[in-house]
């Protein structure tokens, strides 16, 4: 029987799945190219732009960032070390490799690891 590849991850038209083709005009192509270098070039277009969130009274919605968060991504674009006082809920840590330290609690043993690998750990 042959596997059938679905077009979206779990039926979500919001997340095309992996290897997906899509086929566009050449001016479509053009202006998502154009898209993409200013995202690029303009991180706040990019997260006034492209950042959702969804909410239970409104759904799917476009954010609108505050003075200081525009200030701060541009904080971090600006300077490649950083300082930042915030609570640990704000979704900061966001990378793959971001290093945390975690201690076993039985042994009081530290160790270092990244985000990622705790991720893999704790989703077996």
């Known amino acids: 029987m042959p596997i059938v590849k679905k077009p979206y991850v779990r039926n979500n ?5 992996p290897n997906s083709v899509e ?17 690029k070039n303009d991180p706040i277009y990019f997260a006034n732009n492209y950042y959702y969130i969804v909410s239970p009274g ?5 954010i609108k960032l505050y003075a200081k968060q525009e200030e701060l991504i541009q ?3 600006d300077n490649d070390r950083l300082c930042c006082l915030a ?5 900061k840590c966001c990378f793959y490799k971001s290093k945390i330290k ?3 609690k039985s042994t009081k043993d530290v160790h270092e690891i990244s985000i990622g690998e705790l991720y893999d750990n ?3």
Not at 13 to 17: D, I, S
Request: aromatic share 4%; proline share 0%.
């Open 13 to 17: 038209e919001n997340l095309k799945a």
């Open 75 to 77: 904080a971090m674009v």
């Open 87 to 91: 609570s640990r809920q704000v979704g």
């Open 102 to 104: 975690i201690r076993k």
């Open 23 to 39: 086929y566009v005009t050449k001016e479509e192509y053009q202006r998502r190219v154009t898209e993409l270098i200013r995202c």
């Open 122 to 124: 704790i989703s077996k």
């Open 58 to 62: 409104k759904g799917k919605h476009r």
